[in-house]
């Protein structure tokens, strides 16, 4: 099922319609999670959840000096030790991360075509699963780079992939492949698309100055946004949905 009838391929340069980043698309992706709101809400506290769990489960793999989130130096555990926890923990946080990200771009994409969304969908994408990984670690690597280099590279990486995510859990599109289109598709919106990027994700972390219970409501907003704009620039281009 496609979002538009028309079919557009930002890649080519024959097209006719030329999509644009428009901050609107944060706009009507608030409007979609208000219209869903229940169910957006238990959808993020089974996430937090899951973080949780995590956390618990490194803390009794590694000792209590090591949780998911937390540098905490234990004076018992070597430098070497130290380095390979703080090393498995950083994998275990993008996998699940990711993980979580497809999931919530999936249940948008299903809200966006107008299907009926709930909480489950969170978990429905292990038909994408290697390359859902595979494509998370490779978009954290490419911005540990470039934060590396002057941290700005980083937030530029960050606004040129935003769209891989979207293009392997519901284009369906191997990871490398999904990088390359995302780049090229942004590319020449470079700033607007990294601009993007900062204020979703600024937004959808702004539940936080509520108590931080506000969080429950906020932290859709940034896959929500990106999947809008996503559809702006892909839809109609891939095979009918099969979740």
Known sequence: ?????????????????????????????????????????????????????????????????????????????????????????????????????GGMVRMAARQIRGQPIKVGDLFSVIDVLPELLLASFLVALAMAVGFALCVLPGFLVGGL??????????????????????????????????????VAGLLASSGFLLCGIGILITAPLYAVSVTVLYRDFFSGKFAPSTY
């Open 161 to 198: 992939l935003m769209f891989v995510i979207p293009l392997v859990v519901d284009g369906r599109l191997r990871a490398t492949e999904a990088i390359r289109r995302s780049w090229r598709a942004l590319e020449g919106q470079w700033l607007s698309a990294t601009l993007f990027h900062l």
């Open 1 to 101: 099922m496609s979002y538009l009838g028309d079919q557009i391929d930002p890649l080519d340069p024959r097209s006719k319609v030329r999509p644009v980043v428009r901050f609107g698309a944060i706009g009507e992706a608030w409007a979609l999670i208000r219209r869903e709101l229940g169910t957006w809400v238990l959808a993020m506290v089974i996430l937090l959840i899951g973080f949780s769990g995590l956390s618990l489960l490194a803390e009794a793999i590694f000792g209590p000096g090591i949780r998911l989130g937390f540098r905490q130096a234990r004076p018992f555990l070597s430098v070497s030790r130290r380095g390979a926890a703080t090393l498995v923990q950083s994998i275990i946080y993008i996998a699940i991360n990711g993980f979580f990200l």
